[in-house]
């Protein structure tokens, strides 16, 4: 397989998932937390039954796009620095550091963090299923195990899924890492929060952190992903704001 077919279609072929599937851990999402714990519930014991689904076809789509393809990773004044660099470490991810802070892999390709994390999955024999949409996430009547309905068909199938397998996933502890809902076209859709929320957690209101400015006048599409250093001046109304 060459290399540039990984990094298109993943790096492992992922079996259908069953028709019914019983493990000790469900993870729902493929992205950066949901391997991270997945493979941190297998280091803590091997005898885990652990399951991740993802519903895009390839694992770590949206930390494929992370830095423009490089990977930034964290910033050295992020809380939990330390702990994030000696996993990346633990994983054989060998990091660096610019002079903004900026923390990045030293071969600065997102698409190798993605799969050096799924070839840890691999390793440690998390059960991995792509292509496998969550639709509604549950208690059992008893409380004593959650209930997950998935369907096969992932995010560029979402037309589709009222006619695809109807699977259930029944599971002792259910880890949701299904990222926000700021980036749909890599899957970040918002589903967890309703799930969370039917589970009985709270939902704080949520707020853009990082957004555009819309500037009048010329046409500034072309500079769209370039990155510069600058300093720079907002004003609204002709006066100075920030």
Known sequence: MSQKHMREKGAFHSPQIPKTLRSDILIIGGGPAGMAAAISAKRSNSKLDVVLIEKNEI??????????GRCNIT???????S??????????IVTKTNDNGFLYPVSESAADVSELLELRLKQLG???YTGVTAMEVSYASDKTEFVTSV??????????LANALKCTVYSSALVIAAGGKSAPVYGSTGEGYRWLRGLGHTVTRLVPSLAP?????????KLSGTRVRAEAKLFKNGEEIH
């Not at 369907?151 to 589709?160: E, I, K, L, P, T």
Request: glycine share 18%; with cysteine; net charge positive.
């Open 59 to 68: 694992m770590g789509r949206k930390l494929r796009a992370t830095g423009n």
């Open 75 to 81: 910033n050295v004044n992020a809380e939990g620095f």
């Open 83 to 92: 702990e994030v660099t000696s996993f990346l470490s633990s994983l054989g």
């Open 126 to 128: 998390v059960k991995v």
């Open 151 to 160: 369907s096969m068909g992932g995010a560029s199938s979402q037309g589709r």
């Open 213 to 221: 400015i819309e500037c009048g006048g010329a046409d500034l599409s």
